[in-house]
């Protein structure tokens, strides 16, 4: 099959296509013939050297996938084979074929093409399993959220509009200011422009918020403290601005706030699998009935994934973007 699988770290210019063997799906896995493939943050990272796949992984990039299931491994259930899926993936999706747990895939709904489909998995089992789970996120709380145009912010948004949080998000520019304000942001903030601190004491009175989503790190945290409530939970999923911090104990003792946060690659399929059969009950009627749906920033053919790199570095990119691999995407 065709795939893009650097020998070694460097630029978007070693995403180039090769030949790797087609994998086989071993027990309990489906075979899922290619359609579209999500580029996440953490392909950048694994392409530079900085995330390499977890034990047993491909070493092929790519954590999401949409496509037709087209062989099952041992013990599957028949129903799967011909399916149209979205996966979620430890590695292996910028390919033609990729080997997944059937308990990873979701089915596609009507409402969704097969790039939208790719564009859902990493970042909703993400921001659910976090902003959700771990942030304990409720009907009515107000969530402070950076990066509000990337793909993790712009899902924040859509399921915070889907379940009920007011959901301020953090931007670099007032075109991307704009764009949140569109997808249902209740407020947005230019932290090149403004200081998120004390705009979020302003739009709270002064009483912070529930939750913090970070996606940023370094000295952000202590200022992220500075927004929570009392009993507030700050959220760590990503380290961009440092993965050191210091921060005030007294202050989060007294005022009982919970610093918790997770990475999802490494974990295990049985949890996976655990999120999907969640989310298959919560979030998927609101996809079904085309409530929930990803913003698609721009698509590239898999051969051009250099481009899709390059513009994911850029940082000028609002919500997804995806690599096209079959002509049915």
């Known amino acids: 099959m065709r795939a893009i699988d650097p020998a070694e770290p460097g630029g978007p210019e070693v995403l180039t296509i090769v030949e790797r063997p087609t994998p086989q799906p071993a027990q309990g896995e489906v075979l899922i013939r290619i359609a579209a493939a999500g580029v996440n943050r953490p392909d950048v990272l694994q392409r530079t050297g900085g995330y390499p796949p977890p034990p047993g992984a491909s070493s092929i990039p790519g954590l999401e996938i949409s496509g037709e299931v087209v062989a099952l491994g041992e013990g599957v259930d028949l129903h799967w084979l011909g399916q149209s899926v979205c996966a979620l993936l430890a ?10 747990p059937a308990g990873q895939c979701l089915p596609v709904p009507e ?15 993400t921001v659910w399993t976090n902003l959700f789970e771990r942030g304990y996120a409720a009907d009515g709380d107000t969530v402070l959220v950076h990066g509000g145009t990337s793909g993790i912010g712009t899902m924040a948004i859509l399921l915070g509009r889907v379940f009920g949080l007011e959901v301020i998000v953090t931007v670099g520019s007032e075109a991307k200011a704009r764009a949140a304000l569109d997808l249902g942001a209740a ?17 709270t009175g002064g009483k912070g918020v529930s939750v913090v989503l970070d996606m940023v790190g370094g000295d952000y ?24 911090a210091t921060v005030p104990l007294w202050d989060i003792m007294r005022r009982r706030l919970t610093l918790t946060g997770s990475t ?7 949890f996976k699998e655990m999120v ?33 790199h390059r513009r994911m570095e850029a940082g000028d990119h609002v919500g997804k973007i995806v690599l096209t691999v079959a002509s049915t995407a």
């Open 187 to 203: 407020h947005v903030i230019n932290y090149r422009t403004e200081d998120f601190v004390e705009r979020v004491a302003d739009i």
């Open 276 to 308: 999907a059969d969640e989310l298959s009950r919560t979030v998927w009627p609101h996809v079904e009935a085309g409530r929930l749906r990803p913003v698609i920033d721009k698509t590239f053919p898999l051969d051009r994934a250099d481009e899709a």
């Open 221 to 244: 945290v202590p200022r992220n403290i500075k927004c929570l409530a009392e009993d507030g939970r700050h959220v760590s999923i990503a380290v961009q601005g440092g993965a050191s």
């Open 111 to 125: 409402a969704l093409s097969m790039v939208e489909a790719a564009a859902l998995p990493e970042t909703l089992f």
């Open 91 to 100: 590695g292996g999706g910028y390919a033609e074929y990729a080997a997944v």
């Open 264 to 270: 999802l690659r490494a974990r295990d399929a049985a």
